[in-house]
């Protein structure tokens, strides 16, 4: 049989190895959650900011051009119609 200290040294040298690149892999998930979370949150943000700066243009009674791609229409308050 084969030296065992060295057979334990490196079991111990692929444990640490092991340990490390778990510890790697749950901090990388930690920190694309947080990233995915941001994101989000901006992305909720500018959604409501949109619809708030609409809401309040069409409420002076002013067309909204609003964009999509090529395409482009406007809005206008249907109280503003009358």
């Not at 092991?18 to 941001?38: A, H, R, V």
């Amino acid at each position: 049989m084969k030296n065992p200290k060295k057979i334990i040294t490196v079991l111990i040298i692929l444990l640490i190895l092991s340990l490390g690149y778990i510890i790697y892999l749950k901090t990388t998930e930690k920190i694309q959650k947080k990233y995915t979370e941001i994101l989000n949150t901006g992305i909720q943000i500018g959604y409501e900011k949109a619809v708030v700066q609409i809401i309040q243009e069409t409420s002076e009674c002013n067309p909204v051009p609003v964009t999509y791609g090529n395409t482009t229409i406007k809005i206008i308050k249907t109280d503003c119609l009358s």
